[in-house]
């Protein structure tokens, strides 16, 4: 899936080269808003599937926040896929 590519390309770009006002770089710099935000956007997934709501919207952001978070604290997204790939049965 190209798009999970695609963030974790501007992930890291963002933090190459920062861009000023840029919501990416606050979350990327600012790891109380980054991990304030991953718990907040799950709770409005697990609503939202609840309700039967906005849960593609929702599992969105889970996926962008989730990202950022994990970048801003130097967990590459591939040793995560490495640990997935282990636990295979």
Do not use: C, Q, W
């Amino acid at each position: 899936m190209n798009i999970f590519d695609d963030l974790i390309k501007l992930a890291r770009e963002r933090k190459d080269k920062p861009i000023e006002g840029s919501y990416t770089n606050k979350l990327l710099n600012d790891k109380s808003l980054s991990k304030a935000k991953v718990l907040e956007e799950i709770k409005e997934l697990i609503e939202a599937v609840e309700k039967d709501t906005n849960k593609i919207h929702e599992a969105a952001d889970v996926f962008y926040h989730l990202i950022m978070y994990l970048e801003g604290n130097n967990i590459r997204i591939e040793e995560v896929m490495l640990e997935l790939d282990k636990r295979k049965k």
